[in-house]
């Protein structure tokens, strides 16, 4: 069976401020510090988070390496809410939307992350997408435990 269309969704609280989190999350040349499946920074923005602004980063999925290449669809700091778009850079039409969240919470943050994969391509429907929705569903949490790890590290004693 083809899988076109997936989705998933994870929650953490950081013990952190909800600012400090949310420029974690939107921070690209700090994504690798905490998403291990981002091996680096292949094109930073061109300039600061806004819709429309795009980057490239080196993605590593034993035993996959490819660039992907992200534009953010939404961007609103008040309201600690940003949407972006990946897909990788090789002009393969998939792509997956992510919603990322930061509320605040008894002196703490509550992120939300969703993520919506559309698979337009054959091989990637019959196999890729099954094993990436897997991978996506433990990778995530894993994540979001490492930008506590890493914020914790950063916030002021």
Known sequence: MLLKHFRGEATAVIDADPDLVFAAITDPARLPLWNRRIAGIVQPPARPLAEGVE???QMAVPPARWVSRTRV???DPRQRRVRHRSQSDDGNPTYVDWTWTV???GGASHVHVD??????????????????RSQLTDEVPVSLGALAYHIADREPR
Do not use: G, I, N
Request: charged share 20%; aromatic share 22%.
């Open 103 to 105: 509320t605040p919470t």
């Open 73 to 75: 669809l939404s961007y």
């Open 115 to 132: 993520w919506d994969a559309h698979v337009k391509t054959f091989w990637r429907q019959l196999l890729f997408a099954k094993l990436r």
């Open 55 to 57: 980057w490239k980063v």
